[in-house]
């Protein structure tokens, strides 16, 4: 099974890109990345949350990059990172709570 296929191509040949339609990939990637920080920023009543879940656009980009396929991956990524900024800002707010009602029980 493993035959040669000889293959030419003319030097004018081109190829094309129908996926980016002439756009860079990282420009694609960044609209991308800009689209969901958005959506989820105007979805998050939170305004302490905006920061960390910018960070988490952040940290799943920089993953998202070293596989190849990063428009594929990046969008799961950013969701399981946002999911831990909001479980450690649910988790922070509890213990500012718990950390506010002992104080005024030591006062």
Known sequence: MNRRIPTYFDPDTEFEAPLLEGEPLRRTFAGLQDDLVNEILGETETITLHA???QAANEAAGLAWTTGYPLLVFPVLFN???EIAR???E???RIKAKTADLMEAAV
Do not use: D, G
Request: hydrophobic share 15%.
């Open 52 to 54: 960390p879940l910018k």
């Open 80 to 82: 399981e990172k946002t």
């Open 87 to 89: 479980q450690r800002q």
């Open 91 to 93: 988790r922070a707010q």
